[in-house]
């Protein structure tokens, strides 16, 4: 099957209202699609995602220093090629907006395997998980909500059958986000997980004094509490902590990942196969978790439609976070069931977008 042609676009998809946390107020959700069509008649859909229009530069990445060089070539050797013209000349590196779209080609190739297969992508992969997972929800948690409403979004979520909802911490005040904290736990009861999440915006001491002391009200994980390559600050935070450390969302590397695990620094990894690159960096992020001991909970910038199939193929997921900004730029949008994420039965991924979405919020 070889790939005839590699077109990308960038989108930008409003979200219905603002919503912020510790670093960021997001209007709108940026895309940076590919579309690989192959010899075959297959087309392959595949995306990155940011809030800005930074994405533009991954186009320019994509559209002159990679896709030249899989004209031709068979998509099915999509580690090979990943690694020939991407991983191996090493002259944009892993870090930054030089990574950051790579992974769009990546998962839609790995979307036209799959669609040539006539299989879903975890049925492909080899399913060693199960076919849903609990899901939490990150929507109904953010900074920006009032008190009021952040208590009534969160009775909502549970109500609504999810397992847990995560809340944006990182105030100037910490005593306002551990009021925010508590005020939710009284609202929810003890069954529901809490989970909270920094955004890299407090330094040590601050998360050893607010993270020890928000211990009491159960939670499930601290993500993203410090600079996240900051690996001696979170090694002290977790030896500081019986609350679980959670990292990856920030991270693009898999080098980073194997220093975190080395230096004891993380009790749940985060990796996004978005940010990682795509589908078969992410599975070996994974792999790394499991021969360590440690669970993996994905971030969800891909906005669950890979990670529903990602899910599917470890043993060691503990949770799917859900935010459903873009389940109406989807033919497929993913399905959540009492809770539950769903791994789809539909041939491919489930990446391709509305040809009237790509034309509606087409910016480049």
């Known amino acids: 099957m070889q790939i005839r042609s590699v077109k990308t676009s960038v989108l930008r998809v409003p979200l219905s209202a603002p919503v912020g ?45 990679i896709a030249p060089h899989l004209l031709g070539k068979d998509a099915f050797l999509v580690d090979e090629l990943w690694r020939r013209y991407y991983y191996k000349p090493h ?39 199960p076919r849903k997972v609990r899901a939490y929800t990150t929507d109904a948690g953010w900074l920006s909500l009032s008190l009021s409403e952040l208590v009534e979004r969160a009775k909502r979520a549970v109500d609504e059958g999810f397992a ?17 904290v508590e ?19 407090w330094d040590l001491n601050t998360a050893l004094k607010w993270g020890g002391r928000m211990e009491a009200l159960d939670l499930a994980w601290l993500e993203e509490p410090l600079d996240p390559f900051d690996i001696p600050g979170h090694a002290a935070l977790a ?14 590397s898999l080098h980073v990942f194997r220093d975190y695990i080395a230096a004891r620094a ?57 935010i459903p900004w873009l389940l109406h730029i989807f033919k497929r949008p993913v399905r959540i069931e009492d809770g539950f994420l769903l791994a789809p039965d539909e041939p491919g991924i489930g990446t391709e977008i509305k040809l009237e979405a790509m034309e509606k919020y087409a910016v480049g």
Not at 41 to 46: A, D
Not at 183 to 201: F, Q, S, Y
Not at 279 to 304: T, Y
Request: with cysteine.
């Open 21 to 65: 946390d510790s670093q960021n107020l997001v209007e709108s959700w940026w895309l940076l699609v590919a579309v690989v069509e192959t010899d075959a008649g297959i087309t392959g859909w595949g995306y990155n995602a940011g809030i800005g229009p930074a994405l533009k530069a991954a186009k320019v990445l994509i559209d002159e220093a």
């Open 91 to 129: 002259f944009t590196g892993e870090m930054g907006i030089s990574f950051q779209g790579v992974a769009a080609v990546e998962i839609a190739l790995w979307d036209a395997i799959a669609k040539c297969l006539g299989q879903p992508l975890w049925r492909l992969l080899g399913a060693a998980g």
């Open 164 to 180: 847990g909802v995560k809340i944006k911490v990182g105030s100037e005040d910490p005593t306002l986000d551990y009021e925010r």
């Open 183 to 201: 005020a939710v736990r009284r609202a929810v009861g003890g069954r529901p997980r809490l989970m909270i999440d920094a955004n890299c915006r």
């Open 239 to 252: 030896a500081g902590l019986t609350l679980p450390v959670m990292i990856g969302e920030s991270i693009t």
């Open 266 to 322: 993380v009790d749940i990894l985060q990796p996004d196969a978005l940010k990682l690159g795509g589908i078969s960096a992410w599975r070996e992020a994974a792999g790394l978790a499991r021969i360590h001991g440690l669970p993996v909970v994905p971030a969800v910038w891909d906005m669950m439609q890979v990670n529903a199939h990602l899910c599917a193929t470890i043993p060691h997921v503990l949770m799917a976070e859900y």
